[in-house]
């Protein structure tokens, strides 16, 4: 059977790399979807490749840096892609038109502000085309419920690309948590960070239509919602930090530091509780030598892990920059011995392989929706109490209270 089609929903700096008119100057300089999906076409597992964004007056910029970063670094890797809107227009629903130029079966990837997640993955579902959509999933939890209810009637597999999931200490600790090897739920505690300079490229939505919990606090959110299966969450309280985003010229809703406090218990009605706490910040230092802190620690009944990914053992010191600690794992940009892109086993790429793989499955009819979500996958049914306490947590903040989540014969509902 033919690889599946798939069509790239935004054209930013995680699609390509391309920020502002030039390159990144993040550690995603050439992005992470683009190259990725360029890699599996080369290897035969996606078919024709498109992008979709809200002006075509970018593509031809896009192309040439695509080019220059990503052809002539690995080999020619073919580069090529259908593009909408056209060059001279601007249609912010664009993706429609592109949507619609799948068939049944094919996939989307969507990398775009939070707010458009929810219309662009309904249409794309209710046009059975199979859906990946970078944390969080949405903003609203009756979104996510609605999303589940729509991806079951139409037999189509949504996918949150939740790549922490994949990094191998994460999955190494997920797996001794869900095999009982720690013990008992009891304590969860995480910190992810990226330096202030990342808020001259999240100026333009950022305290206007998301928040720092929303963009970091969702991974290690989810990792722990992994880890845990049979415990579930039942209040949230949210406490922020203001001023340094701000003072940067962010919107005044901007919160710096978000803090989630979260009670668990665990669903067998034990009575069993355990407590998580949930922090993130787009205000660290400049030359904090990572681009992003990220830890978290997990206490069981049994045993605990303590895991701590920005400093990876992979030092670099150089004149300009000064020390680094640089994280390969994730995306390896490292050609291979012959040129061509060698970054098929970083966390980033596999997360996107899975996708690919599980959609190519379901259409050759090998596996069931029902059987991806019985394997651990990031899917809709597997990320719902992280999508639940991202929102309780924003509505704590912004109401000044805690927030219960209730969830019974299925259906979540906040109060």
Request: charge should be neutral.
């Given at each position: ?48 490749l498109s992008m ?6 970018k593509f031809p ?25 056209s060059n001279k ?327």
């Open positions: 059977m033919a690889p599946l089609n798939v069509c790239m929903v935004g054209t930013g700096e995680y699609t390509t790399g391309f920020v502002g008119g030039g390159m990144s100057g993040s550690d995603k300089k050439v992005g992470v979807v683009g190259l990725t999906l360029f890699d599996l076409r080369r290897r035969g597992k996606v078919g024709k979709v964004g809200t002006s075509g007056n910029a896009i192309r040439e840096h695509l080019r220059k970063n990503i052809a002539e670094a690995y080999n020619n890797l073919d580069t090529s892609f259908d593009s909408f809107p227009e601007r249609d912010p629903e664009a993706y429609k038109k592109a949507i619609d130029a799948l068939s049944p079966g094919d996939a989307i990837t969507i990398f775009t502000p939070d707010p458009t997640h929810y219309p662009i993955a309904l249409y794309a579902i209710e046009r059975k085309i199979h859906v990946m959509i970078t944390k969080p999933a949405v903003k609203l939890l009756k979104e996510h419920q609605h999303l589940l209810e729509e991806a079951k009637k139409h037999g189509v597999f949504v996918f949150i690309e939740h790549h922490k999931r994949f990094d191998p200490a994460y999955a190494d600790a997920r797996n001794r948590a869900v095999k009982g090897s720690l013990g008992e739920f009891n304590y969860f505690y995480s910190y992810m960070s990226q330096p202030k300079s990342q808020l001259e490229t999240f100026k333009a939505w950022a305290g206007k239509e998301s928040d720092i919990s929303y963009y970091l606090n969702s991974h290690h959110v989810d990792v722990c919602e992994s880890m845990v299966p049979d415990y579930r969450p039942t209040k949230v309280t949210g406490s922020a930090s203001t001023g340094i985003a701000t003072d940067l010229g962010c919107v005044p809703e901007t919160e710096d530091t978000i803090t989630l406090l979260v009670d668990w218990e665990k669903k067998d009605g034990s009575g069993r509780r355990a407590t998580g706490v949930y922090t993130a910040s787009w205000t660290a230092p400049q030359k904090a030598g990572v681009h992003s802190n990220q830890y978290f620690h997990f206490m069981g009944s049994k045993g605990e892990v303590r895991v701590d990914q920005a400093k990876r053992g992979y030092a670099v010191t150089e004149d300009e920059s000064g020390l680094m600690w640089y994280n390969p794992f994730y995306m390896k940009y490292a050609p291979d011995e012959e040129g061509n892109f060698a970054g098929q086993g970083g966390y980033g790429y596999v997360s996107f392989e899975k996708f690919v793989d599980a959609c190519q499955a379901l259409k050759e009819g090998r596996v069931t929706l029902d059987d991806l979500d019985r394997r651990g996958l990031p899917t809709l049914k597997n990320t719902i109490a992280t999508g639940a306490i991202l929102e309780a947590g924003r509505i704590s903040l912004d109401e000044g209270r805690s927030v219960e989540i209730v969830e019974k014969d299925g259906h979540w509902s906040l109060k």
